[in-house]
């Protein structure tokens, strides 16, 4: 008997290991799998999948803060993180994004394209009348 309740017990901290990696809640899955079954908690979390992180921008463009490092979005004013005040135009945008239209800062690629910032990162137009379309 008391195998069953180390196994159950081993097999719940196991899910909620996954689930922590997944980028949930160690501890709700961990009591999901006590309360269910570790095995039904297990196939709740694969149909769950990976949780959404939200940093486009940063996935983009290697975005970061320029106090602590870490990933923020790019009109970001104060750090999520380390909660330093950003500089106002961060001097990486302009270098980025040397263009402006607008309020809308982009850059023209070498191959025709164009790169925009936008406050869930960096949107790609195929040529230049797609991103005046979208603009005007
Ligand atoms: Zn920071």
Redesign the pocket.
């Known amino acids: 008997m008391e195998i069953l309740i180390v196994l159950w017990l081993g097999l719940a901290v196991a899910i909620g290991a996954i689930a922590s990696n997944k980028g949930r809640n160690f501890f709700g899955w961990f009591l999901l799998s006590l309360l269910l079954s570790p095995l039904i908690a297990g196939v709740l979390l694969a149909a769950a999948g990976s949780k959404q992180t939200s940093v486009p921008s940063a996935s983009a463009h290697g975005w970061s803060?320029v106090?602590?490092?870490?990933p923020?979005r790019i009109e970001a004013k104060i750090?999520p993180?380390?909660?330093?005040t950003l500089p106002e135009v961060d001097p990486r945008v302009l270098e980025l994004y040397p263009q402006m239209h607008g309020n809308f800062r982009y850059r023209r690629q070498p191959d025709g394209s164009v790169l925009m910032a936008t406050p869930s990162g960096a949107r790609r137009f195929a040529n230049w009348n797609e991103f005046w379309r979208a603009v005007n």
Request: overall charge neutral; hydrophobic content about 20%; proline content about 0%.
């Open positions: 803060c106090h602590c490092a870490e923020i750090c993180h380390c909660r330093s």
